[in-house]
């Protein structure tokens, strides 16, 4: 079946502009999450979702950035009023559930390469 | 904090040499650790592992997982061109969260 996708590829935005990025997990999958990459960084976790909840927020870098997720499938990152410092890939992941086994195996999509000029 | 500590930062190899990739770290609550080659954007997933011992193997790539030591390591055997990348360690812990090594970028040249 059909993987992690995610919109736009790309996304040029000036500052202080808000932006959109969805993210379409693999089907069946219950857990989503984001994930950001800034460059030459390793992947740093923003947000996940289990159905429609998300439990954790701790990764979200200020109260710019908020995520829902809507009927159990796809979820939207938005990032308000952006900064040149929110410049990166956003990476989302999809696993069957949070629990064990291949619970914890996540996903990823193409990612959304986010430039604030 | 959990913690992922891979090494090299990075490693240049000859095709056809064997590398070994190191990740260990530290967590509160250890679920599994994964794998992932990361070429372009997408990290692709290649290994998990969650019992000390077991190697898991495909084709020229294995990893095994020391959870004593807290520590991991990947083999690539008789490398090729399309091995370069950048090889990512991770770590479930709490509530299934990844975190992340910085990575170690594998370029292999012929």
Redesign the interface.
């Known amino acids: 079946g059909a993987g992690v996708s995610q919109s736009p590829s790309n996304k040029v935005t000036e500052k202080g502009k808000d932006v959109e990025l969805r993210c379409d997990p693999i089907s069946g999958h219950t857990a989503l999450y984001w994930y950001r990459q800034s460059l030459g960084q390793g992947l740093e976790f923003l947000i996940y979702f289990q159905g429609n909840s998300a439990p954790d927020k701790s990764g979200l870098p200020s109260d710019r950035f908020s995520a829902e997720r809507t009927g159990g499938s796809v979820s939207t990152l938005t990032i308000q009023r952006t900064q040149q410092e929110d410049s990166a890939v956003y990476l989302c992941a999809s696993s069957l559930s949070l629990a064990g086994g291949r619970g914890y195996e996540q996903y990823f999509g193409p990612g959304t390469r986010l430039t604030v000029t | 904090e959990d913690k992922v500590v891979q090494s090299p930062l990075s490693l240049v190899v000859h095709e056809g040499d064997t590398v070994t990739l190191n990740c260990s770290y530290e967590v509160t609550n250890f ?2 650790l ?1 794998w ?1 080659k990361q070429e ?6 290649l290994f ?1 592992l ?1 019992s000390s011992g077991i190697e898991k193997k495909s084709g020229r790539l294995s990893s095994i997982l020391d959870k004593k030591e807290l520590f991991s390591i990947l083999n690539i055997t008789a490398t090729q061109t399309g091995d370069s990348a950048v090889y ?1 360690c ?1 770590n ?1 812990g ?10 170690t970028r594998l370029q292999v040249t012929l």
Request: proline share 4%; glycine share 8%.
């Open positions: 679920r599994s994964l992932y372009k954007k997408a990290p692709t997933f998990m969650t990512l991770a479930t709490t509530a299934s969260k990844l975190t992340f090594g910085t990575g």
